[in-house]
């Protein structure tokens, strides 16, 4: 049996204040990085808006979208690694963002790309089985993270049986932090960036860490399948 949400929250709010510095600087870092990958990216989301060939776009564009999914997914792996050691109270730093980039890399960019592209494939269909399908596999990353045995189609899998019968508990989860959002805006952003943010991650960590002691407690998953 897994916490309650309340209870989750709880737990990653005094987390997540326990190593406040290290949540605010991973999440700004992140932005950060995104931001500017995203900034190089424009001119070839400009050229793909204005129904350009693919021939005749220029190779530079071409490589910027690569860097963006070979860089952007495995600090994304990273990052929810950094709050899962946060909700369970494990020193961790900002700089383990980037410093462990090279470790299982190319596992982190193959999970990743799985998740994105089934969760794409599921949304051609309906929307609606795209955000279901989406929430299945959302706990992909942390898997990434905290499972470096795990292989990437295999943490895909998983993240499916540890979201079996919680899928309702994540998107509720989601929702119960939108009043916070509403509250934030009226601060211009910076309540989301000092509080909000940081414990939202945290909190989601936290139900990773939870529906991972459920599924293994419960016998759904193995260690030996996590090891």
Known sequence: MIQSRQEIKATAKSAMKAQWGTSIGTLLLFALISIIVVMLATPFLIAFISNQSLASMNLYYLIIIALAIFILSPLTVNVNGIFTKI?????????????NFPVNYLRKVGGMAWMALFTFLWTLLLFIPGIIKGISYSMTPYILADC???????????????????????????????????????????LAIVFVNPYMSTSFAGYYVELKQNALATGYISEAELA
């Open 87 to 99: 909700y369970r109270c494990e020193p961790t730093r900002v700089g383990d963002m980037v410093s």
């Open 148 to 190: 470096p045995n795990v292989t990437a189609k295999e943490a895909l899998k998983l993240s499916m049986r540890m979201t079996d019968g919680h899928k309702a508990k994540l998107f509720v989860l989601g929702l119960s932090f939108i009043g916070w959002f509403l509250l934030s805006s009226f601060t211009f952003g910076i």
